[in-house]
């Protein structure tokens, strides 16, 4: 999947300006798609009026039900919940959490949004501005990050002295409130702190409710430790941090810390809740009618007296309890700012005494990222089986396509989530799928709508970025893919992007260097086209956990980061080339972070666990050099074996085989492709292999390839 620099967006907003190379600011312009509306013009078929809506608002401001004092003069309405989950990244809060999007009208991820008595304006990344342009009534004005005004400069410049800004105390970071309560402060503008949320003042009709389906318990096969042991580590940790207990506000890792997973959040296996975890204690606060009997028995939660049991509570509780509990302690740790979460909100911060709290980087996130031995075999045995559903999944629309079938994104889209389903183990998406054609391809974040949707042809590139959860892994992957003959700027596009996945997956480094200096690796070959891409290369992922798994996130131009990688790690490979309004490239494989051969750790490198093949017609193979042939060769000798075999297994993937061995031809040292006999005979081996049904992983076409 594809990732920004850094994943908090009210972060980006609030530390990030444009400027031009004069110093002076550098906005861009705002104009919107049919605003002011025309007569006799229709508006955009997917545009939703909230002009209503935003009425209702401005009026609660002036009323005093969610905060005391005189009326407010600005709302700001982030797009989190009160995990700080983060509705970009396609990692969503719940349906019932989505007040951005109700106010707003805005579907996709990634948002934030400022409400005055007279103006509404919107903040969005620069991928999603065509889609927020089609989406956002006229009532808004829309803002790009770091094309635009940070939140705080538009707040200053727009208010004068003694103005109200509000916002809900649970839906902001800590560090995020004290990042603006300062910047507002100089210009002495109040900060106003909201307890009762003002749009869930006005949203009582047809709110989504929460999901009602009971959690459930991951298995030890799966887990590889029981829960009680990652309690004492985790107890451990804390200690060795100086405080006796801590507040456990991330979903994720409150999954693996208890081996349970639940259906609260969409594209997540989360349940929604808080822990407390002390020296002889666990507090879990969670709405208890999603509580199963197994689950209970599993956390030993009944008569519950000793530290290996878990003491459950009503989720609202930890707001009267968190303040009572901690005037025991001796000192808390609040979770701080991380990648992919942005710690604990300003709501838990405050309610611990300022001599008790020590905020810094949860413990158990470094524990989640260090796979143990069954956790990271289960991540090479899903993703074997889910490199098989993608070879089904190209295939099959390689072969609609040559039959002449009319397909669209958004079909993509829903084949692609089909074939998931059907895999074994499988616990659906991790994410919404990014099915871009042509022109939306060049948008990283893109997904179908039925609005947006385009036909394909043979003329660009097709993006497919998708992923999906099993019992033993999280997936996600990307290929590039043509159905007609590509162009040559094509090619030396995909082959660049080509040319810095492989030096990224067959880097070898010390196991000291950081995240940004690894990253400049994959930029290089693209970097020598004049090209260079505003995502980052590269991300954690979890194990039937977060797809976007925090601490990694490999972008050169992150403020500097002590991030190193350590053996047991996940990460993404994902660089990408776009071509605005023409055609994009992306191609991701997700890589397992092992020690160099006789080096005792000291040096680290990577081997691919994605075995999906490239597209041979996009690559120019005479760009790549001998180092990247031989590692391709390899690779397509890896996806033979392992996923060749898992193909094997099934009649139904015939079509799939065929299409992944047509793709997996060796390559000599000179850039020319080993096509002919070598076709014929494995063809023919092939053929007489699904006639004698043979499944076995160690049958003759072994020999062959």
């Known amino acids: 999947m594809k990732m920004k620099s850094v994943c908090i967006l009210l972060f980006y907003i609030l530390t990030t300006t444009a400027y031009d190379q004069n110093g002076d600011f550098n906005e861009r312009p705002t104009g919107r798609k049919l605003c002011p509306p025309m007569e006799n013009i229709p508006q955009p078929i997917n545009r939703v009026n909230t002009s209503a809506i935003l009425q209702e608002l401005r009026k609660e401001m002036k009323k005093a039900k969610a905060y005391h004092g005189p009326p407010l003069d600005a709302y700001i309405i982030p797009d989190t919940d009160e995990h700080q989950v983060l509705i970009h990244q396609n990692e969503e809060v719940a349906d019932h959490d989505k007040r951005l999007k109700y106010v707003s009208g805005f579907s996709g991820t990634g948002g934030i949004a400022v409400v005055t008595q007279t103006k509404a304006i919107f903040w969005t990344e620069w991928m999603y501005y065509k889609q927020a342009d089609e989406e956002l009534s006229c009532d808004w004005q829309l803002l790009v990050r770091g094309e635009s005004k940070r939140l705080d400069e538009w707040l200053v410049d727009e208010f004068k002295p003694n103005a109200r800004v509000a916002v809900d105390l649970k839906l902001i970071s800590n560090g995020d409130w004290e990042f603006l309560y300062r910047a507002l402060a100089n210009e002495s503008i109040i900060l106003v702190p909201i307890n009762n949320n003002i749009i869930d003042l006005i949203w009582v009709e047809n709110r989504p409710s929460y999901p009602m389906r009971e959690a459930y318990v991951w298995p030890l096969e799966y887990a590889g430790k029981k829960w009680e042991n990652k309690l004492d580590e985790t ?8 405080c006796d207990a801590m507040v456990v506000t991330a979903l994720d890792e409150i999954a693996w810390l208890l081996n349970i997973r639940g259906y609260d959040i969409p594209y997540g296996p989360f349940l929604k809740s808080y822990a407390i975890v002390s020296k002889d204690q666990l507090h879990l606060y969670t709405d208890q009618e999603k509580l199963s009997m197994s689950v209970r028995q599993h956390l030993h939660t009944d008569n519950c007296f000793s530290a290996h049991c878990a003491r459950v509570h ?6 009267t309890d968190l303040r009572t509990l901690s005037q025991v302690w001796r000192k808390v740790l609040v979770p701080s700012a991380t990648e992919f979460n942005s710690g604990a909100s300003r709501c838990i911060y405050i309610l611990i005494q300022a001599d008790k709290r020590k905020q810094a980087p949860s413990p158990i996130m470094y524990m989640i990222a260090e796979k143990n031995p069954v956790e990271k075999q289960g991540m090479r045995y899903s ?7 993608m070879c089904n999944i190209l295939a099959k629309l390689n072969e609609q396509f040559r039959n002449g079938q009319q397909l669209t994104e958004l079909a993509v889209a829903n084949m692609v989530d089909k074939y998931r389903d059907e895999q074994n183990h499988s616990r659906g998406a991790s994410f919404r799928s990014i099915v871009g054609y042509g022109p939306n391809g060049a948008i990283p974040h893109y997904t179908p709508s039925p609005a947006t949707s385009l036909k394909l042809d043979h003329m660009s590139t097709l993006v497919i970025d998708s992923g999906a959860h099993y019992w033993d892994g999280t997936t996600d992957v990307t290929r590039t893919v043509h159905f007609g003959q590509p ?30 200096q690894i990253d400049v690796i994959a930029r290089a070959p693209l970097w020598d086209f004049s090209y260079d891409y505003k995502h980052g290369t590269g991300h954690g992922i979890g194990v039937f956990l977060k797809v976007h798994e925090p601490p990694v996130n490999m972008y050169y131009g992150q ?8 053996e047991g790690y996940f990460i993404s490979d994902e660089p990408g080339y776009y071509k605005e309004n023409h055609f994009g490239v992306r191609l991701e494989t997700i890589l397992e972070v092992i020690p160099k051969n006789e080096t005792a750790g000291k040096y680290l490198t990577f081997t691919p666990i994605t075995l999906v093949p490239f597209e041979p017609k996009l690559i120019d193979y005479y760009m790549l050099s001998p180092k990247q042939v031989r590692w391709l060769n390899a690779y397509n000798d890896k996806i033979r074996k392992e996923v060749g075999a898992e193909l094997l297994k099934n009649n139904r993937s015939r079509l799939g085989y065929e299409w992944m061995m047509a793709r997996t031809h060796p390559v000599f040292s000179d850039g020319r492709r080993n096509n002919g006999r070598y076709l014929a005979i494995v063809a023919a081996a092939a053929v007489a292999l699904f006639v004698s049904a043979a499944t076995a992983v160690d049958s003759p076409i072994q020999t062959l390839i």
């Open 487 to 516: 162009s040559t700027v094509q090619i030396e596009a995909y082959t660049r992007v080509l040319m810095a996945s492989i030096d990224l997956a067959s880097f070898s480094f010390p196991c000291t260097l950081t995240l940004n």
């Open 383 to 389: 993703h074997v089986r889910d490199s098989a559903a």
């Open 559 to 566: 403020k500097s980061s002590d991030v190193v990688l350590k």
């Open 235 to 242: 107890r451990e940790k804390i200690k060795e941090m100086g």
């Open 314 to 319: 009503d989720y609202e509780a930890i707001w």
